[in-house]
């Protein structure tokens, strides 16, 4: 099982950023998939989750700006950031619970200047 992340980068604030999570041993369309990141001298905390039916949640710090999206037939997950702050800065990671193992991605760096 591999997930393998991407898209991160230097961003000004209030700019957009669209990271992927491109799985491969286990599908998308079966698992609660997430993203979570973590800043430096901070716990992992939670961003976004999509769930097998396709319902989602989010952090209440990225709400209205963040959008968590899956594409089956590409076995990836999506999060379109917009509106990027300085705080946002962190290695953002993707997740998934697949029958009730966690796999997780390599992370990207998501850098936030003001």
């Known amino acids: 099982v591999q997930l393998q992340a991407s898209g991160g980068g230097l961003v000004q604030a209030g700019g957009s950023l669209r990271l992927s999570c491109a799985a491969s041993?286990?599908?998308?369309?079966?698992?609660?998939t997430a993203w979570y990141r973590q800043a430096p001298g901070k716990e992992r905390e939670l961003v976004a989750r999509?769930?097998?039916?396709?319902?989602?949640n989010y952090a209440d710090s990225v709400k209205g700006r963040f959008t968590i999206s899956r594409d089956n037939a590409k076995n990836t997950v999506y999060l379109q950031m917009n509106s990027l702050k300085p705080e946002d800065t962190a290695v953002y990671y993707c997740n998934a619970d697949y029958s009730g193992t966690n796999y997780w991605g390599q992370g990207t760096q998501v850098t936030v200047s003001s």
């Open positions: 999509i769930f097998r039916g396709g319902g989602t």
């Open positions: 041993g286990i599908m998308f369309s079966v698992s609660h």
